[in-house]
């Protein structure tokens, strides 16, 4: 049994019947390089259960403390039961793009059950009729919470669950035969959270004590470097209450492409590059619908925090830093110096306070005031007034570079898919893989009915980037 940390037991408390807190991996297969060009359900099934002990997240379910006095725990789920989380569905012809993105929000749109671990995968056939796609293709839709995982836990999921050739990799035994553990009585969480609540002043003093000294540092180079805040934040259709219904789309560009336009700007990252062509297509976007606000509209980009001991760990370990999209910028080349100079203060600023210290402070809020101002915020409807903390988020994760096998199919390549929340009703999930880059659009379906013209606008602001920039 172990418990979920304050940052990882926040995903449950803010997850809402409109706001479902799971993340998906979904990646398109070439089935030409396995044997006998065809991979079947059976083959993907086995293939996830020679591999089930290299992840904690695929047999651990959550058990939650009575009346929310602490934080949930993870036990290994004694039922378990595989084909229960593997799934099968298949498009009808034509099997375009268009059905594949309708599908696939679908898919992401309905929450994920509470009484078995926390996660899922379909299988995607039928896909006969999308551009760029070989012929046959089949896709795996992986869904997991974040409470389980994040960006970089979530791609490292990935890997486990994959090949490096299209011939099947011998996969190491575990170390200990597996066993499910029995569900805990209640008087043995409330004793736990008992003694947890104990223990937290000492907690809180030992924190204390690496605070402040954090926080002379911090000061001294605020003072020496001022750094302005990012902002102001203005009000938009995504900054509103979501339903559960969700829309997906989203492109894949040349990573070559994106480094050889940021090396146009001294000091710009591929970072800055993907977050230009994201303002690009939204100031288009919003141009159109005649919404475009004066200020510049404002993105949040989770921060990897892992030390180098937690490398391969699972669960959230990620700080937030906000960065101007600079939608008021026509020139995209002109955006480009722009969002550079706003990235290069967050990085800054998140630099002199100390991103881990920011996050670390998380656990010292008790669960029950965490899991009642969740719910508060949403059942008041906190989301539509005042002003938002920013429009939309913008996350960037690094993947593989070489080719992955899924039972000898080739993974071609990968999207994202990410929570969208009351306040906060767009996600650009952002991967790279294999000298690709994908930017995919998830939003909520009220507030962006049409994610395919979003999708296109991206491709437009990509282009026009590309040639200011060459």
């Known amino acids: 049994m172990q418990q979920l940390s ?54 651990r379910k959550l058990v939650e403390v009575p009346g929310e006095t602490d934080h949930p725990y993870w036990i290994e789920d004694r039922n378990f039961d595989l084909e229960f989380h593997v799934r099968h569905v298949a498009l009808p012809p034509p099997g375009d793009w268009t059905q594949f993105c309708r599908q696939a929000a679908r898919l992401h ?58 011939t099947p990799g011998t996969i190491p035994p575990p170390q200990a035969p597996w066993h499910g553990e029995p569900e805990p009585a209640p008087f043995e969480l409330m004793s736990r959270s008992a003694l947890n609540n104990f223990m937290q002043p000492m907690r809180a003093a ?26 102001p934040v203005p009000r938009t259709r995504f900054n509103a209450r979501v339903t559960p219904h969700r829309v997906f789309d989203g492109r894949q560009y040349r990573l070559d492409d994106l480094r050889a336009i940021k090396q146009t700007v001294k000091g710009a990252t591929i970072n800055d590059a993907v977050l230009t062509v994201v303002g690009g297509a939204l100031r288009k976007y919003l141009i159109d619908k005649g919404e475009l606000p004066n200020d510049s509209l404002i993105a949040m980009a989770p921060i990897n925090v ?26 995209p080349a002109e955006r480009l110096a722009a969002v550079r100079d706003s990235t290069h203060k967050s990085k800054l600023f998140t630099s002199a306070i100390g991103a881990r210290l920011m996050t670390d402070y998380n656990q010292f809020i008790p669960a029950r005031v965490a899991a009642l101002a969740a719910r508060v915020y949403s059942a008041a409807g906190m989301a539509e007034r005042g002003t938002p903390s920013f429009n939309c988020v913008v996350t960037n994760v690094p993947g593989p570079q070489s080719p992955l096998y899924m039972s000898g199919a080739r993974l071609d390549r990968m999207f994202g898919m990410g929570p969208v929340s009351d306040g906060v009703g767009l996600i650009f999930p952002v991967f790279s893989y294999c000298g690709g880059i994908t930017i995919s659009v998830c939003g909520c379906r009220e507030t962006l009915p049409d994610a395919e013209r979003l999708a296109n606008d991206l491709d437009d602001s990509f282009e026009q980037l590309k040639r200011a920039t060459a």
């Open 306 to 331: 892992r030390t180098a001991d937690e490398k391969n760990t699972e669960g959230n370990k990620v700080a937030a830093m906000l960065a101007s999209l600079c939608t008021h910028i026509e020139n």
């Open 6 to 59: 304050a940052q990882d037991a926040s995903f449950i408390y803010s997850e809402t019947p409109s706001a479902h807190m799971h993340v998906a991996m979904l990646g398109l297969y070439d089935q030409s390089t396995a044997s006998a060009e065809r991979v079947r359900f059976r083959d993907i099934l086995g293939n996830i259960e020679q591999r089930l002990h290299l992840a904690k997240c695929f047999r």
């Open 206 to 231: 030992e924190m204390l004590s690496r605070t402040i000294p954090a926080a002379r540092r911090a000061a001294e180079r605020l003072r020496s470097r001022p750094v302005e805040p990012i902002g």
């Open 109 to 166: 749109s309905y929450p994920l059950d509470r009484t078995k671990p926390l996660w899922e995968l379909t299988v995607i056939s039928g896909l006969h009729a999308i551009d760029g796609v070989p012929e046959g293709a089949f896709a795996l839709l992986l869904k997991v919470h974040h409470a389980a995982i994040d960006g970089v836990s979530g791609a490292a999921l990935t890997e486990v669950l994959h090949d490096l050739s299209a």
